[in-house]
């Protein structure tokens, strides 16, 4: 990715500025977890058996451990260390959430977390065309993240996406006991279709109109789970869509309060004349207080205005 300033009607390359060490993209992913990721920190260089984890993060919306870990060469393997790392955290789930306790000071239970949404995030200056097809797959539990640097403190951050519709299992016979199979056991990718399985024929036509619209908007993606279907902008994500049997369910995320009440930067207000949304509110785990605006879809003829609402908080980020 090349980035350019514009003056007076030029150009003008901007020159990269690449990280020194890996601990320089550690530290700088750290400091900005919740704003890259939406990420509640753990710790840093937590130590399980034979391995050192970068990173232990925690994904208060999918009550899941993420772990991330941060490279600067290409000369090792995305898969087998991922599953590696996945299959370490599923045998050793008691003292994943002692260090959660310990270092957040938190009461989480091995009940509460959702060990199936488990994943890594690989980040790096640049991955290489073996990596990257490495996990080409529809199911893989991995993410990976280009971070690069430029004059005037400018950072690219860019998420290679999968277009694969093939499973990860097809690399090992069912008969076998890899890795990857142990893990695919527990750790389970959702898949739209999965999710709409249960709906209704007009719901199922109602997303894909939905859908449609959504993915005109420039700079989106979308990424299922077990419980809705997540609509993001960059790494920021604007709506969690719930697809009931009967209707769809759209939260406009307001943002975050601390303890204290305070809002996060760019807490959002809606402007809902026609009084349509439903105002929401948690709390995380770690304190924080989540807000959002729930809107029922249960007709075709809902979806103009709950566009025009959804799209407020696209605009506003």
């Known amino acids: 990715m090349q980035l350019f300033s514009?003056?007076?009607?030029?150009?003008?390359?901007?020159?990269?500025?690449?990280?020194?060490?890996?601990?320089d993209i550690q530290v700088l992913v750290e400091s900005n977890l919740d704003t890259l990721?939406?990420?509640?920190?753990?710790?840093?260089?937590?130590?399980?058996?034979?391995?050192?984890?970068?990173?232990?993060?925690?994904?208060?919306?999918?009550?899941?451990?993420?772990?991330?870990?941060?490279?600067?060469?290409?000369?090792?393997?995305?898969?087998d260390?991922?599953?590696?790392?996945?299959?370490?955290?599923?045998?050793?789930?008691?003292?994943?959430?002692?260090?959660?306790?310990e270092k957040t000071n938190g009461t989480l239970r091995r009940d509460e977390v959702d060990w199936s949404a488990s994943k890594v995030i690989f980040v790096s200056p640049s991955f290489n065309s073996y990596q990257k097809n490495s996990v080409n797959f529809k199911d893989v539990p991995f993410e990976l993240w280009e971070i690069k640097r430029f004059d005037n403190n400018l950072i690219a951050f860019e998420?290679?996406?999968?277009?694969?519709?093939?499973?990860?299992?097809?690399?090992?016979?069912?008969?076998?006991?890899?890795?990857?199979?142990?893990?695919s056991k527990e750790v389970k990718?959702?898949?739209?279709?999965?999710?709409?399985?249960?709906?209704?024929?007009?719901?199922?036509?109602?997303?894909?109109?939905?859908?449609?619209?959504?993915?005109?908007?420039?700079?989106?993606?979308f990424y299922p789970t077990k419980g809705y279907i997540g609509w993001k902008k960059d790494?920021?994500?604007?709506?969690?869509?719930?697809l009931q049997k009967n209707q769809i369910r759209a939260d406009?995320?307001?943002?975050?309060?601390?303890?204290?009440g305070e809002p996060s930067k760019g807490f959002f207000t809606l402007d809902d004349p026609k009084g349509f949304a439903e105002e929401r509110t948690w709390t995380w785990k770690s304190g924080k207080t989540g807000h959002s605006y729930l809107v029922k879809i249960t007709d075709a003829s809902d979806l103009d205005y709950a566009l025009y609402l959804i799209n407020q908080k696209y605009e506003s980020l």
């Not at 514009?6 to 060490?21: M, Y």
């Not at 050192?52 to 941060?70: C, G, H, K, P, S």
């Not at 406009?252 to 204290?260: F, P, T």
């Open 6 to 23: 514009f003056d007076d009607d030029t150009l003008v390359p901007l020159d990269k500025n690449p990280f020194a060490l890996e601990k």
């Open 37 to 79: 990721f939406s990420l509640q920190f753990v710790s840093t260089e937590f130590t399980i058996t034979e391995f050192r984890l970068d990173t232990l993060a925690f994904d208060e919306q999918a009550n899941a451990f993420v772990i991330i870990e941060y490279k600067k060469g290409s000369s090792y393997s995305v898969i």
């Open 81 to 101: 260390q991922g599953y590696s790392y996945l299959s370490t955290m599923l045998n050793n789930k008691a003292d994943f959430i002692l260090e959660y306790n």
């Open 159 to 183: 998420q290679h996406q999968s277009s694969s519709s093939d499973s990860i299992n097809k690399l090992s016979s069912p008969n076998t006991n890899s890795v990857i199979q142990q893990v």
């Open 189 to 221: 990718q959702v898949t739209e279709e999965e999710l709409l399985g249960s709906v209704s024929e007009n719901v199922k036509d109602i997303w894909e109109l939905l859908r449609e619209k959504l993915s005109n908007y420039s700079d989106t993606s």
């Open 235 to 242: 790494s920021t994500t604007v709506s969690f869509v719930h």
């Open 252 to 260: 406009i995320l307001r943002g975050n309060k601390s303890e204290d």
